[in-house]
């Protein structure tokens, strides 16, 4: 218990006035002669005691009554710790995440929580509160109420780490404020609970669906592809208990292509197949009907009117296996001497190979150099009768090393790097036993290089410089039988391929996207990409034939994009939402150490409102004073 006014407790030295009165009789009293007092012995003794016993109750109630005035007075409460602080900061964390769409009790998770907060929120405290996707510092609670009911769901979504940080940033400086952070998520299972500040109280709002069921459409992949069809897997995947059979649909556009049905009562995985025709472009939609979460009902994806990538060999060797790889629908290949070489087609091209040359010219080098400035890629393939000193000095123009004198001797191809562009997702599991290429002589080379593919001794066999790829040895056929290893389709496919990165089936919303546009710009014009409503100006680089386009966290609704040269159509982009949230997983916030836990937003103001509030007792003292003087009162009256 705590007082208001303790100072007036010091009255309560007061109670010792009555009890030195009562001890000490200041009455005088007076003898009077009497001539007879035998027959009052026995009254004068029965009323001795009767009287001393009233004396000592009015003492106490007289001393009781005084003690509750003046502790009535001194204003006697209790309260907490939280109550009493007079520096108090709130910082409320609001999870928008998709998860938050699955319906609870009382309708989605989120839009309920934000209804009771409207609701419950009150005062003149100011207050701060972020969610995945902005923040709020410092502001009054009419000014919480008028965007609270406004938050939409993000495809964002922090892990318990990053809200400590965030909050962090939100509170003061001041070490003595009392700090309390509002937690209102579903918790689904990202990281693992971070330890509390100790400044920092937690209250935790882990709201809890009714199901955890859903149904998701994950991706989908071209399995294969030919002149005339193209097949489209397509691969979804549900969690909890799903009965009943689950049709999906493929648009194009507004216009329903083909639907089929899925059943999850055996696998919770399954892959689709559906055809479409390659000879045009193709704005795809896959849908499904999922009540719980909606965000992951629909996959949007594009496939543009085919563009080929432009193929230039320079020869001076057979090329018989370059025209086995590049004489396919998605390539433009060509190819020329060194000697009779058209310079003026060189930036036009995406992807040069030099097979074999003995000999670079400096025009050449000069050439190739503008080439690559401009975005192009180049593989080197040396000739065993190379002049090295024109080989070197186009190697330091590209900065990708020096070559040595040749060695003849035999070595295997035997490590390849599968974290490399070139390698990654080619193999459904890292090889290290197969049959070996070979080569019989190679150069030897200093370089800082990135290797692709290593000599058993780990030395380089093919390297990567940017847009620079090196061969150290000639892969003719009497030097090596790289041009009949498995090794060379991967290696020389993707070499081309990534010389221009042409949009993918979709992409993914808040993931670094990297794309080109085949496409040719003047000075001053830009690429804009939009829809029937938004329009967005990507980061962009142009090139000589090309557009390098960046996208981050634009545009922030899954759909099909136009992208646009001034008001000219180019060609079609999809993106999607992450699909992280389809997985309905939650950890329990009781696990968290040093969390206080609520089941609702009403709870935990009721919590609040509790640990805030001040317990009063001075009235219950003025009724015991005034009870205590009616006592004394009564005694004082009736008791003889």
Same mark, same amino acid.
């Given at each position: 218990m705590q007082?208001k006014?303790p ?5 309560l030295?007061l109670?010792? #006035?009555?009890? @030195?009165?009562?001890? @000490?009789?200041l009455? +005088?009293?007076q003898k ?5 007092v035998?027959?009052?012995?026995k009254?004068?003794?029965?009323t001795?005691?009767?009287?001393q016993?009233?004396k000592?109750?009015t003492l106490?109630l007289?001393?009781?009554a005084?003690?509750c005035?003046?502790l009535?007075?001194?204003?006697p ?5 939280s109550?009493l602080s007079?520096?108090k900061e ?16 009382q309708g989605?998770?989120l839009?309920?929580s934000l /209804?009771d907060?409207y609701?419950? =929120?009150a005062g003149?405290?100011?207050i ?5 996707d902005?923040? %709020? ?16 769901y993000?495809?964002? /979504? ?5 809200v400590l940080l965030?909050?962090?940033?939100l509170f003061?400086k001041d070490?003595?404020a009392?700090?309390?952070?509002i ?21 935790a709002?882990?709201?809890k669906p009714?199901?955890s069921?859903n149904?998701s459409?994950d991706?989908v992949y071209?399995a294969?592809?030919s002149?005339?069809t !193209?097949?489209l897997n397509?691969?979804?995947s549900?969690?909890?208990e799903?009965?009943q059979d689950i049709p999906?649909s493929?648009?194009n556009?507004?216009t329903?292509?083909?639907?089929s049905g899925?059943?999850?009562?055996e696998?919770k995985?399954?892959?689709l197949?559906f055809? !479409?025709?390659?000879?045009?472009s193709? $704005?795809?939609?896959?849908? #499904?009907?999922?009540?719980n ?8 994806f ?14 001076? =060797?057979?090329?018989n296996?370059? /025209? ?5 629908p ?5 190819? /020329? ?5 058209n310079?003026?087609? #060189? ?12 000999d670079?010219?400096a025009s050449?080098?000069?050439a190739l150099k ?9 593989? #080197?393939?040396?000739?065993a009768e ?11 123009t ?6 040595s ?5 035999e070595k295997k191809?035997?490590q390849i790097?599968?974290?490399h562009?070139?390698?990654k997702?080619?193999f459904?599991? %890292?090889?290290v036993n197969f ?6 002589s ?5 370089t800082g290089?990135?290797?692709?593919l290593r000599?058993e001794?780990?030395?380089?066999f ?13 892969i003719n056929?009497?030097n090596s ?10 290696a020389?496919?993707?070499? =081309?391929?990534q010389?221009?990165l ?7 919303i ?6 080109s ?5 003047m ?5 804009t990409?939009?829809?029937?409503t938004f %329009?967005f100006?990507p $980061?962009?680089?142009t090139?000589?034939?090309?557009v390098?386009?960046?996208t981050?966290?634009e545009p922030?609704?899954?759909?099909t994009?136009q992208i646009?040269?001034e008001t000219?159509?180019?060609?079609n982009?999809?993106?999607n @939402?992450? +699909? ?6 939650y950890a329990n ?8 836990t609520h089941s609702?937003?009403?709870e935990?103001?009721?919590s609040?409102?509790?640990?805030n509030s001040?317990h009063?007792f ?8 005034l009870l205590?003087?009616?006592l004394e009162?009564?005694?004082l009256?009736?008791?003889?």
């Amino acid at each position: 218990m705590q007082f208001k006014h303790p100072e007036l407790l010091y009255a309560l030295l007061l109670l010792l #006035i009555p009890i @030195f009165i009562h001890l @000490f009789q200041l009455r +005088r009293f007076q003898k009077i002669d009497f001539t007879n007092v035998a027959f009052l012995k026995k009254v004068t003794i029965q009323t001795r005691k009767s009287s001393q016993l009233k004396k000592w109750i009015t003492l106490l109630l007289r001393m009781l009554a005084l003690a509750c005035i003046i502790l009535a007075f001194a204003q006697p409460f209790t309260a907490s710790k939280s109550a009493l602080s007079a520096q108090k900061e709130t910082v409320l964390y609001i999870d928008n995440s998709f998860s938050m769409q699955a319906t609870g009790a009382q309708g989605p998770l989120l839009q309920r929580s934000l /209804q009771d907060l409207y609701s419950q =929120a009150a005062g003149t405290e100011k207050i701060s509160w972020f969610t995945n996707d902005f923040d %709020r510092k410092n502001v009054s609670v009419q000014d919480f109420k008028a965007e609270i009911l406004s938050v939409g769901y993000s495809q964002k /979504q922090l892990t318990p780490t990053e809200v400590l940080l965030k909050a962090n940033q939100l509170f003061s400086k001041d070490a003595n404020a009392q700090k309390r952070l509002i937690y209102i998520s579903d918790f689904q299972l990202k990281a693992p609970f971070p330890e509390i500040p100790d400044a920092v109280q937690l209250d935790a709002v882990q709201l809890k669906p009714v199901s955890s069921a859903n149904i998701s459409i994950d991706s989908v992949y071209v399995a294969s592809k030919s002149a005339e069809t !193209i097949k489209l897997n397509v691969r979804l995947s549900a969690s909890g208990e799903i009965r009943q059979d689950i049709p999906v649909s493929l648009y194009n556009g507004a216009t329903l292509i083909a639907k089929s049905g899925v059943n999850f009562s055996e696998n919770k995985t399954t892959t689709l197949t559906f055809d !479409i025709a390659n000879s045009e472009s193709f $704005l795809g939609k896959l849908e #499904i009907t999922e009540p719980n979460l909606p965000f992951d009902n629909a996959l949007y994806f594009s496939v543009n009117t085919p563009k080929k990538i432009k193929v230039l060999s320079i020869n001076e =060797a057979n090329t018989n296996y370059l /025209q086995r790889l590049f004489d396919q629908p998605e390539f433009d290949y060509q190819q /020329q001497t060194g000697t009779t070489l058209n310079y003026n087609q #060189i930036p036009d091209q995406n992807f040069i190979v030099l097979n074999e040359l003995k000999d670079i010219p400096a025009s050449l080098t000069t050439a190739l150099k503008s080439f690559t400035d401009n975005g192009g890629s180049v593989l #080197i393939i040396p000739s065993a009768e190379a002049k090295i000193n024109t080989y070197n000095a186009l190697l330091n123009t590209f900065g990708a090393g020096t070559f040595s004198e040749i060695a003849t001797q035999e070595k295997k191809i035997t490590q390849i790097v599968f974290d490399h562009p070139l390698f990654k997702n080619v193999f459904e599991k %890292r090889v290290v036993n197969f049959q070996y290429p070979k080569v019989n002589s190679y150069f030897e080379i200093q370089t800082g290089a990135t290797p692709v593919l290593r000599f058993e001794d780990g030395k380089p066999f093919m390297l990567q410089s940017g847009t620079i790829y090196v061969s150290t040895a000639p892969i003719n056929s009497e030097n090596s039988n790289f041009q009949n290893s498995p090794l060379i389709v991967p290696a020389l496919y993707n070499m =081309a391929q990534q010389s221009l990165l042409l949009p993918k089936l979709y992409y993914t919303i808040g993931r670094q996207n990297n794309f080109s546009v085949p496409v040719q710009l003047m000075q001053d014009e830009i690429l804009t990409v939009k829809d029937s409503t938004f %329009r967005f100006i990507p $980061l962009q680089q142009t090139k000589a034939n090309k557009v390098d386009i960046t996208t981050l966290d634009e545009p922030g609704k899954a759909g099909t994009y136009q992208i646009e040269k001034e008001t000219q159509f180019v060609e079609n982009i999809s993106y999607n @939402f992450n +699909r992280a949230e389809s997985v309905l997983q939650y950890a329990n916030s009781e696990d968290w150490q040093g969390v206080t836990t609520h089941s609702n937003v009403n709870e935990l103001f009721d919590s609040i409102a509790e640990a805030n509030s001040i317990h009063s007792f001075w009235k219950w003292f003025v009724i015991f004073a005034l009870l205590f003087l009616v006592l004394e009162m009564l005694i004082l009256k009736f008791y003889k």
